[in-house]
């Protein structure tokens, strides 16, 4: 099975970077536990 390294946007970590939910997008959303910061690697912008 391949695994996809995620690299934190804000620190650089790529150990303690585990999923975090999906947005209301249904887009995968990361937690990075060294900084606690949040990200998703797709964004969807739905204007109305």
Do not use: D
Not at 6 to 17: F, H, K, M
Not at 21 to 48: E, I, M, N
């Amino acid at each position: 099975m391949a695994s996809i390294s995620i690299r934190c946007p804000s620190c650089s970590a790529t150990e303690g970077v585990v999923r975090n939910g999906k947005s209301t997008a249904g887009h995968q959303r990361y937690l990075c536990s060294h900084c606690r910061k949040t990200w998703q690697l797709q964004f969807t912008y739905t204007a109305s």
